[in-house]
């Protein structure tokens, strides 16, 4: 296979990174609204609105701040609003767009957990984002480093790599099986799955990045491993409490 892998388009080429991602949020939405459908759960208008309004204004605004300060000096010393707006993190969107949501939630009172139902198209967005990751290669910074061992592979140069866009899609799919079977049980409260997936995913990613390219900010942690422990100890606080509540009114 050659990278990076292109579309043609309209006359024009595409790289499969933007494609993916577009078709991935595309069809991710298309199946939160049916599970909403099937949802016993109805949130009010304003509710839904301002959750809706909350999260997609932190996960901009997030996955673009953290995707530059990635590599602050870069950022601070030639700064362009083109780059700005070209660099992004799923690791920003999910943590601003979390606080967006709880904004949001006091902003029209709402104290009720409203994340499960997002969080298997959520799963499948990132997915199908994460194939069009692994098809661009070394020509987006969705790659791992070198590596000697039987992972590597090459992306678009001359190292062998690791493939870490396929390592997450690994992932996201067995965490997948696991949130579906505690799914099934019925014994959780609400909020659960959503909680256990954001505390999932930012473990994960914090060691994944040890394979990956990164300025390192602090001793020799990047800024995506900094935000991913802010976010691990706060769902491990939230979890914690949920849990407590929970048995509690469960008696």
Known sequence: MDFPVTFHIFGKTILAHPL???????????????????SKE???????????????AGALIGS???????????????????????????????????????????????????????VFPLMFAMIIGRIGCFLTGIYEETYGIPTDSFFGMHLG???????VALYEIVFLIVLWIGLKYIQSLKKYPSGFIFQLFMLGYFTFRFFLDFIKPRVEIVGNLGIIQIVCISVIIYYIYTIKNTRTLYLKYSR
């Open 20 to 38: 993916f991602e577009a078709v991935g949020m595309f069809l991710g939405m298309r199946y939160y609204f049916y599970l909403k459908r099937k």
């Open 42 to 56: 109805k949130l009010s208008f304003n509710t839904s609105a301002a959750v809706l309004i909350g999260a997609t």
């Open 64 to 118: 673009k701040l953290i995707g530059n300060l990635e590599n602050p000096y870069t950022f601070c010393e030639n700064f362009s609003f083109t780059r700005f707006w070209s660099n992004n993190t799923i690791v920003g969107g999910l943590a601003l767009g979390l606080l967006g949501v709880e904004l949001a939630k006091k902003i029209v009172h709402h104290k009720e957990s409203t994340g499960d139902l997002i």
């Open 157 to 163: 140069d001359r190292y062998l790599r690791h493939a």
